[in-house]
């Protein structure tokens, strides 16, 4: 069998350091440039909605002002008894009511 020879092996490993160290920080780079477009496209969306924002807010704040007590009936207190409840309808054809 062929042995490489010391040289050979040296180089070898340095060839083979070099190539992972380049990809290493080719790989770096390419986060790096990943990471700002990212934050980029995000602060991009951030602006672009802060209007909607704003009137989501801002309608939250009326609704919550105007929710009170007498809501269902529009500002009137009622008095009366509220009876809750469930109603079952069951058809009936005309032919089962002859039998």
């Not at 770096?28 to 807010?57: E, Q």
């Amino acid at each position: 069998m062929n042995q490489p020879s010391l040289i050979g092996r040296l180089v070898a490993l340095i060839a083979t350091a070099t190539l992972i160290v380049l990809g290493l920080m080719f790989s770096a780079v390419l986060l790096v440039f990943i990471v700002t477009a990212g934050a980029l496209g995000f602060a991009w969306l951030w602006w672009k909605t802060r209007t909607m924002r704003r009137l989501m807010r801002e309608q939250q704040q009326r609704m919550a002002a105007e929710q009170s007590y007498g809501e269902v009936f529009k500002g009137n207190v009622y008095d009366g008894e509220i009876i809750e409840g469930e109603v079952i309808r069951k058809v009936i054809s005309i032919e089962e009511i002859k039998r």
